[in-house]
């Protein structure tokens, strides 16, 4: 069974940072892309960022310049360095990826249980 794990979540003062992983394990063949989303309440999940198996990325939501996403091929795992966090980043961050699993012919979306991050005084 293919699972996405993330962690790295909690609490932080505004201006503060965190970094966040997700790690993809199981019977997996190929990534495509990774990246995250975000959901607070009230509100619909929305992208943050994306990296594709080549290295490219996108930004979303005015996060280029705050937010770093990044990955590392050989373990699975994407990144996301978050500085200068505001309040208006608390959200329910969830780990995203295209991929397909071993003996499976196409590729499919899996997500992770996510993480909560708060940004609070």
């Known amino acids: 069974q293919v699972q996405l794990v993330e962690s790295g979540g909690g609490l932080v003062q505004p201006g503060g940072s965190l970094r966040l992983s997700c790690a993809a394990s199981g019977s997996i063949f190929s990534i495509n892309d990774m990246g995250w989303y975000r959901q607070a309440p009230g509100k619909e999940r929305e992208l943050v960022a994306i990296t594709t198996s080549g290295g490219k990325t996108i930004y979303v939501h005015s996060m280029k310049g705050r937010f770093t996403i990044s990955r590392d091929n050989a373990k699975n795992t994407v990144y996301l360095q978050m500085n200068s966090l505001k309040p208006e980043d608390t959200a329910v961050y969830y780990c995203?990826?295209?991929?397909?699993?071993?003996?499976?012919?196409?590729?499919?979306?899996?997500w992770g249980q996510g993480t909560q991050v708060t940004v609070s005084s």
């Open positions: 995203y990826a295209e991929l397909r699993g071993v003996g499976v012919l196409v590729f499919e979306d899996y």
